[in-house]
């Protein structure tokens, strides 16, 4: 039973530029939500997608945006790299409607440069 | 605003002893509270989930404790060994999201 896997690992990006990165969730999950960690502190919730919608949001800029496919993968984009934007980049799927017992991706490490 | 606070946030121990990690959150209308261990430049691996009906939950080694009165939870790891040494996150879940804390790093010394 494959868990949360996510795509690439690690990748560089100079400041401006985009990324997206990719989570195929846990079989079996429909929600999937984003968080993002910095050197030394505990994950930040991003965003969350259920139903292909976005459900919930956290405290984060319009430059943070996700998306929902049917298959309950999703992706987080990100535009207008900054330098602060460099962290590990976790997703987590759970079976959406009922408080989280989410299980962890190994994450997405993003240095911009 | 919800936080979570965790005390303290480096610990060293020598093997064996048995230690206790603190994990506090202001809003006490929590879901649930999840124990999560982080090894460097890793992922988060669940430890104990503890339902906001439950008190404790208890895994091998590791026993967790919740007082959702006094907005308190505690992860007790008996016999601590070297393979310990990680990050212990706790996460109060609100609604549909978790609100971390900032971790306790732990280094167990052979």
């Known amino acids: 039973d494959a868990g949360v896997t996510q795509s690439p690992t690690h990748l560089i990006k100079t400041r401006g530029q985009q990324v997206t990165l990719r989570c195929s969730p846990k079989?079996?999950?429909?929600?999937v939500s984003w968080y993002q960690q910095a050197l030394g502190q505990g994950p930040q919730f991003i965003f969350q997608?259920?139903?292909?919608?976005?459900?919930q949001r956290g405290n984060f800029p319009d430059r943070f945006s996700g998306h929902q496919f049917p298959n309950y993968s999703s992706e987080l984009n990100v535009n207008a790299l900054l330098l602060g934007d460099s962290a590990l980049y976790l997703c987590a799927s759970s079976l959406g409607g009922s408080p989280p017992g989410y299980t962890f991706g190994s994450g997405t490490r993003l240095t911009v440069v | 605003k919800q936080e979570v606070t965790q005390i303290p946030a480096a610990l060293s121990v020598p093997e064996g002893e048995n230690l206790v990690l603190n994990c506090s959150f202001t809003?006490?209308?929590?879901?649930?509270l999840q124990w999560f261990r982080q090894d460097p430049g890793k992922g988060l691996t669940s430890l104990l989930l503890i339902q906001s009906s439950q008190r404790e939950q208890t895994s091998g080694r590791l026993n967790a404790s919740l007082d959702k009165s006094s907005g308190r939870s505690t992860l007790y790891i008996a016999a601590s060994q070297p393979g310990d040494s990680a990050t212990y996150l706790c996460a109060a879940a609100y609604g549909q999201n978790f609100v971390f804390g900032p971790g306790t790093r732990l280094s167990v010394l052979p």
């Open positions: 809003d006490s209308a929590i879901y649930n």
């Open positions: 079989s079996g999950h429909d929600t």
């Open positions: 997608y259920y139903e292909e919608e976005e459900r």
